[in-house]
């Protein structure tokens, strides 16, 4: 099975005439925030985050005291640091051909930045800095978007159009995460088959199920804590890193339980105790064979968490980043866009979030695990704990 995933974030700002970071936090926070009932989803709390961070990078106050909290660290040194952590010794260890990560930083040709947010970014996040004019809307649109498809391998093309940017917009901070992982055990083409998958009690359609059964899976019965089922499904890395181990986690709500019920029980702490609980066991797993691509705009869903005053041009404080203010800056939207697709082989994934600134022993028994009803997965690296992706699965 291969699974291909994309993730590009991206954060436009204009101007007005203690532990180990892993995102573990920010994809529960948002988790029943972007989910669209019904409808699949996919998104990268990595990317996300990383795009907040270089924001934070040059945040001040209250506007970085709101950063911190969302991100889950205390002070701007450690998230830094950490995030260099993430690109450095995680990503940065597995192959490029499986994982690629991009930072960049768009800026206005005139517009002075201050020499230590330039460092920072390059320093803790591998950032690189282009002059650009945003007055030139279309021209501004296509010389980024090139940028992005080509960091994406062409799955995301089009992450802002003309009418994102204008003659207040001074910075644009991208992060761009490309995936791409075999199983380590792969599923058979032979082996999938038309199969019903129950998206409600009254709607049942007919699905691509791919099916396999193996020793080399990990599950949990969560039924007590939050109504479900967890399986772990590697990838294939041991020939990048053995210290490193890509996951495929499913939660699968027992029969008769929603996935609305079950993201609602689903808490950071929760989803660390029961990663960590689960066991090697022998599985009989069905999955479906699907592609999703998602785009979101997590303005409301950030202010929703308490990420309030860097959206506010009133409030916002990222002196910073410029010594060219007043007027100050303020972050107008953070678009983000994912893709995803599972097929027999693995997967392939990408993501992308800008940031637009304006001013044991196995057991005898066989489990049977099939993913007939809506569920929700995550793709991580487990030694770190680091949340690479987020999807929902509805069938459609």
Not at 33 to 39: A, E, G, M, S
Not at 170 to 194: M, V
Not at 342 to 354: F, I, P, S
Request: positive net charge; hydrophobic residues 40%.
């Amino acid at each position: 099975m291969k699974i291909l995933i994309l993730v590009v974030s991206v954060l436009t700002l204009a101007c007005n005439s203690n532990s180990d970071q892993n995102y573990q936090k920010l994809a529960v926070s948002l988790l029943n925030l972007l989910d669209r009932p019904d409808t699949s989803s996919i998104w990268s709390p990595t990317s996300i985050g990383l795009a907040l961070s270089m924001c934070a990078a040059g945040a001040k106050v209250n506007t970085l005291h709101q950063l911190l909290f969302a991100l889950d660290a205390v002070t701007i040194g450690q998230l830094n640091t950490e995030s260099k952590e993430i690109i450095s010794n995680v990503i940065g260890k597995l192959s490029k051909s499986q994982i690629i990560v991009a930072d960049r930083l768009y800026v206005q040709n005139t517009y002075k930045l201050y020499q230590n947010y330039k460092h920072d970014l390059n320093t803790f996040y591998n950032a690189d800095i282009v002059r650009i004019d945003f007055s030139m809307q279309n021209a501004a649109a296509n010389t980024i978007n090139k940028w992005v498809s080509q960091q994406t391998k062409n799955l995301i093309k089009n992450i802002i159009s003309s009418h994102d940017v204008n003659s207040l917009t001074r910075l644009i901070l991208i992060n761009c995460l490309y995936f791409k992982a075999q199983w380590l055990i792969p599923f058979s083409n032979d082996s999938t088959t038309t199969k019903p998958f129950q998206i409600t009690k009254t709607n049942t359609i007919n699905v691509q199920m791919m099916q396999i059964s193996s020793e080399s899976f990990s599950y949990v019965n969560a039924t007590d804590s939050i109504k479900a089922q967890i399986v772990e499904i590697p990838f294939n890395t041991t020939k990048n890193n053995k210290n490193l181990q890509l996951v495929f986690t499913i939660i699968l709500p027992n029969q008769g339980v929603t996935l609305a019920t079950v993201q609602k029980k689903l808490s950071s702490s929760t989803l660390t105790r029961l990663l960590n609980s689960v066991k090697q066991v022998f599985i009989q797993l069905s999955l479906p064979k699907f592609k999703t691509q998602s785009t979101f705009d997590l303005t409301k869903s950030l202010q929703t968490t308490n990420v309030t005053d860097v959206f506010d041009k009133t409030k916002a404080n990222l002196k910073g980043i410029s010594p060219s203010q007043p007027p100050p800056l303020y972050v107008t939207s953070v678009i983000h866009k994912a893709v995803i697709d599972v097929d027999e082989n693995g997967v392939t994934a990408a993501a992308v979030t800008a940031v637009l600134i304006a001013g044991g022993s196995l057991p005898t028994e066989k489990i049977v695990f099939n993913c007939n009803r809506p569920f929700l997965y995550l793709i991580l690296e487990k030694t770190s704990g680091l949340v690479l992706f987020v999807g929902t699965y509805y069938g459609k």
